[in-house]
């Protein structure tokens, strides 16, 4: 059975449309080449290296934060600032090239920081961003392809869409989903063995591999998904015209078929 459209849902759908990301600004990440993690009881380095031979370091030592050699903050040894800097690295030990990007710009600062620490933590998250993200600037907009990676804690959902057609779909797609959303659109996404996603993950037009975790829901709109071994998602899977393919993995909350067309499972 089809679900009954309500204004709460076409409003959010037309909001979608309304905060969307000119497609003229296409968001990519940098290919990593080379990567150096470096750790010890005071302190740890991560070193990469970029295809276009561009460098990137971010250092904390004995309390002091820097990039690229410029002190940018501090921190006190042991402190959420502290922990939350290790993990990240220590994430940075386990990945490569792209799933090692996504990871660093998807980094946000521990929420219970204040004052200096605070300042400190939002200067590494803009670094990140700044060293990984590449703007592509296309000057015929009619070419563009449009693409979307959305991750701000606190927002909705910042979706390029390519034709109006696509709304009604996502209208039903995203209803209840919660704020914390992550947006692909016309791209590939793999979860890695070991990482957790706490949000919903929405990929349109592109393949969604689950070899971790998703401790949320997932939509998937033309495209396929794969729960691969141990990968497991939390909520529910909802699809439309989407292949889905459970390799030994988990869809705790089950599938919905948004379109109730037929799916192929593997």
Known sequence: ???????????????????????????QLREIVTKNVAASSSGAELELEFVDEGTFALAFEDGTILVDGDEVG???RGDALDRALRALLGQAMALENGALAEVLVAWEPP??????????????????????????RRSDESEA???ANVSEEGSLV???????????????????VGEDVRIHLDEDVTIPEG????????VIGGRLRVEGGIDGDVVVVDGSLEVRDDGWIEGEARVADARVVRDNGEIRGGVVDVLDTERAYE
């Open 145 to 147: 392809e449009p693409t």
């Open 74 to 76: 501090s921190y006190v």
């Open 111 to 136: 929420t219970e920081l204040q004052g200096r620490a605070q300042e400190s933590a939002r200067a590494v998250d803009r670094a990140l961003h700044e060293a990984i993200e590449v703007a592509d």
């Open 1 to 27: 059975m089809r679900m009954r459209s309500s204004p709460g849902r076409a409003l959010a759908a037309l909001a979608l449309a309304a905060v969307l990301v000119p497609a003229s600004a296409e968001a």
């Open 158 to 176: 910042r979706l390029l869409v390519n034709s109006v057609e696509r709304l009604g779909v996502l209208e039903e797609a995203l209803d209840g």
């Open 195 to 202: 990482t957790v996603v706490a949000s919903t993950v929405v």
